[in-house]
């Protein structure tokens, strides 16, 4: 599943305070690990801006953008209970960004 906190105006604001409800789960408790992407997260774009935003970036500056693009995981700190079939997550989004989750 996926979460996000989009505005038309790339300005900063506050972050957004998630609180998702899953229904349906039939084990006791699930892992989860969410996947960001946001201005410091899996961002290349914030990276090249940081840069000075060159039209032709040389290797060092292409090797810093390509690993500013990678995405690292986040586990969740502990295994989520599951109650009834139903578990809830909480957690921050900054504002611009986006979360996949994935619940095992």
């Known amino acids: 599943m996926s979460a996000w906190h989009y505005h038309d105006d790339d300005v900063s604001g506050p972050v957004a305070h998630v609180k998702l409800h899953i229904s349906g789960l039939t084990a006791r408790a699930v892992q989860v ?10 961002n ?3 990276a090249w801006q ?4 060159p039209q032709s970036p040389n290797e060092k500056q292409y090797q810093t953008l390509e690993a500013a ?16 079939g139903s578990a809830e997550l909480d957690f921050s989004l900054p504002r611009q960004g986006v979360s996949l989750l994935i619940v095992e």
């Open 33 to 42: 690990t969410q996947w960001r992407v946001d201005g410091g997260n899996g």
């Open 44 to 46: 290349a774009f914030t």
């Open 50 to 53: 940081t840069m000075g935003s």
């Open 69 to 84: 693009s990678a995405m690292q995981p986040q586990a969740w700190p502990a295994p989520v209970a599951v109650t009834g």
